[in-house]
């Protein structure tokens, strides 16, 4: 998402775990979207068990789609409830909350896609930043089409035939050609080298969200309309209109060196976690429990949808969840002194 990298809500959307006033000095967003340093959505800290050390305020990234909202509800959740933190968060698209590792702005991203420039850029290069593991989430981005269309033209699967339908998907925004649909312009995504490497006659227009994306294949489905476009896995969203992918050439380590010269399909994502090295050398026991999270891709489908699509608050979708899961809690506890 998301990518999908179409990476939303959809969902790469945002929700506040509890809403507060913007405040401290921002720095503008490269991608037009929020700025690093603005407060949104704090987290009183609330009852529960003690831990051994005090947590004092953490600082969590919310990017803009909803199964990283997923993970930010039922972590801040366990950190508000089981530590008494005080969760503050930050409403940044995947980008910028990397440059909030270096002013202390940001602790953590609970979902990262990919990034090995940001990587090299703060983990490596200027170590403000540290691989927390992997969240056990396994994240695929590609292109796909509502299930009627693959079913009435099973052959558009295969990448090489697209050009045969490119007229079928033009729009007024496409200049003539077929239009393939992207979702927020923050997303990880090579849509527009692939298409020109392709020698595809599609424009890359951007709907400008998950949300937009989602409701543009949910009226393609119902209305059999023509849409292809950017998309991913794991997204609640598939469940209610199960979107076919389209083969692209095969991924191969390396193939996706060069943005410029891609041809092949996306990697795979083990979507992992990104600490503040301050945060992680801190000894607070809210790191603990970051770097413990892990959970599956059904779990965060689950959350997602109860945000989503049952309209449930982040913390009731998060309680609902977490009251079902008792064992995950105390997995992620381990090692805090909390219970």
């Given at each position: 998402m998301r990518q999908l990298k179409l990476r939303q809500v959809l969902s790469r959307k945002a929700v506040p775990v509890a809403a507060m006033a913007v405040a401290g000095a921002m720095l503008l967003a490269a991608c037009g979207g929020d700025k690093v340093g603005g407060g949104s959505g704090g987290g009183a800290s609330s009852g529960g068990g003690a831990a051994v050390k005090p947590c004092g305020t953490v600082n969590l990234a919310d990017n803009a789609w909803v199964g990283y909202e997923a993970n930010l509800a039922v972590v801040a959740y366990v950190l508000k409830n089981k530590l008494k933190c005080n969760v503050n968060v930050k409403h940044i698209n995947e980008q910028v909350s990397w440059q909030g590792f270096g002013t202390g702005q940001v602790d953590a991203i609970l979902e990262n896609w990919g990034h090995d420039d940001l990587a090299k850029k703060y983990i490596e290069q200027q170590k403000v930043a540290q691989d927390a593991g992997s969240t056990s989430v396994k994240g695929v981005i590609g292109w796909y089409v509502p299930p009627w269309i693959a079913k009435e033209h099973p052959d558009i699967t295969n990448w090489e035939n697209l050009n045969k339908y490119a007229a079928n998907f033009k729009t007024s925004e496409s200049g003539g050609k077929g239009q393939f649909l992207d979702?927020?312009?923050?997303?990880?995504?090579?849509?527009?080298?692939?298409?020109?490497?392709?020698?595809?006659?599609?424009?890359?227009?951007?709907?400008?969200?998950?949300?937009?994306?989602?409701?543009?294949?949910?009226?393609?489905?119902?209305?059999?309309?023509?849409?292809?476009?950017?998309?991913?896995?794991?997204?609640?969203?598939?469940?209610?209109?199960?979107?076919?992918?389209?083969?692209?050439?095969?991924?191969?380590?390396?193939?996706?060196?060069?943005?410029?010269?891609?041809?092949?399909?996306?990697?795979?994502?083990?979507?992992?976690?990104?600490?503040?090295?301050?945060?992680?050398?801190?000894?607070?026991?809210?790191?603990?429990?970051?770097?413990?999270?892990?959970?599956?891709?059904?779990?965060?489908?689950?959350?997602?949808?109860?945000?989503?699509?049952?309209?449930?608050?982040?913390?009731?979708?998060?309680?609902?969840?977490?009251?079902?899961n008792p064992d995950l809690v105390t997995k992620w506890l381990a090692g805090t002194g909390a219970s």
């Open positions: 979702g927020d312009p923050s997303y990880v995504t090579f849509d527009g080298a692939l298409v020109k490497n392709l020698n595809l006659n599609f424009k890359v227009v951007y709907a400008g969200s998950e949300a937009a994306l989602i409701t543009a294949f949910r009226a393609a489905e119902k209305n059999h309309k023509w849409v292809i476009g950017y998309f991913y896995t794991p997204q609640w969203f598939n469940s209610e209109v199960p979107l076919v992918h389209i083969d692209l050439p095969p991924y191969t380590p390396g193939c996706d060196k060069d943005a410029a010269k891609i041809k092949c399909d996306y990697p795979p994502y083990d979507l992992n976690k990104i600490v503040s090295t301050k945060f992680a050398n801190s000894g607070s026991p809210a790191y603990t429990v970051i770097k413990n999270f892990q959970w599956t891709n059904e779990d965060q489908d689950l959350v997602a949808k109860s945000i989503a699509v049952d309209k449930l608050s982040d913390d009731d979708a998060a309680k609902k969840f977490l009251d079902a």
